[in-house]
């Protein structure tokens, strides 16, 4: 049994346990039958509006097991470190936000109520939670690969102009970004769409081979040389995954834009040729 297993039993209990909290609910691995000793432990507690400012966050969080360290993170939520180095996310919401969870639908799934649901008094986050639950959502559509396609071409321009300015620590950060949209067209073409809101997870076991040998071309150092062949080798295979998406959902591309791109990168491999 996992450490994190006991945690969210207490989890549970304190939930059900406090009268304050109107509805409760787990998301990540532990709700999708994918965690491990390494996974977070992650819920949104939906409190009485009027009771929520009272509420002490930490010690609220400490009821489940002591923590090392306690913050509000830059994504709306609050992370703790556990003394057993199990993290946990917790978002602390006013009831009323109970009805925007339906909005998650295409970011979130949940295989069953009972896998996420820790309590609900009014019964309406099992409400809201039903256009969720069952299978992963289909992102094999036309409007997902029209999103795709201009996001990878202007970030991989993006990455392109500060590496070619000298900004080699801003380009590789930026090739993150281009490497979240080359892996959805992966992801896409390869039909391996599961763990789609953090296309990197999993990565190893979720593409063929080949396909990863691919991705680790594209990756880099900070060196000037390493970057240019990094953006190269992502423009070369996310023009193969551009073209061949676009063929599937029979979408036109910009040729000229695409022509344009391509004589950037020809133009940069002349200079340090």
């Known amino acids: 049994m996992f450490p994190q297993t006991v945690m969210i039993d207490r989890l549970r209990y304190l939930c059900q346990s406090d009268e304050r909290i109107l509805a409760a609910l787990l998301y990540g691995s532990f709700t999708t039958g994918e965690a491990d000793q390494y996974s977070d432990i992650e819920c949104v507690l939906f409190f009485n509006a009027k009771a929520l400012p009272a509420v002490n966050k930490q010690a609220w969080v400490e009821q489940i097991a002591p923590t090392l360290l306690f913050f509000a993170d830059d994504f709306g939520h609050f992370t703790a470190l556990f ?5 946990g996310e917790f978002h602390f919401d006013p009831a009323e936000d109970i009805e925007k969870v339906s909005g998650w639908k295409g970011n979130a799934w949940f295989p069953s109520i009972n896998s996420t649901v820790l309590v609900d008094r009014t019964r309406a986050l099992v409400k809201a939670l039903q256009p969720l639950i069952g299978s992963p959502p289909e992102q094999d559509t036309p409007a997902t690969v029209e999103r795709l396609i201009p996001n ?27 490497h979240r949209s080359l892996l959805w067209m992966v992801r896409l073409t390869e039909q391996s769409t ?12 979720d593409i063929s081979g080949k396909s990863y040998t691919r991705f680790v071309s594209c990756t880099s150092v900070l060196n000037a040389a390493n970057l240019e062949s990094a953006y190269q080798n992502s423009w070369t295979w996310g023009q193969e995954l551009m073209i061949g998406l676009a063929e599937r959902h029979q979408l036109v591309l910009a040729p000229t834009l ?5 004589a950037r990168f020809f133009d940069a491999a002349k200079r340090h040729a």
């Open 83 to 87: 003394d057993n180095l199990v993290r």
């Open 258 to 262: 695409l022509t344009m791109v391509m």
């Open 152 to 178: 990878f071409v202007n970030l991989i321009v993006f990455g392109m102009n500060t590496l070619q300015r000298g900004e080699l620590a801003r380009s590789l950060e930026l090739l993150q970004l281009v």
């Open 194 to 205: 599961t763990h789609w809101s953090t296309p990197s997870k999993c990565l190893e076991k």
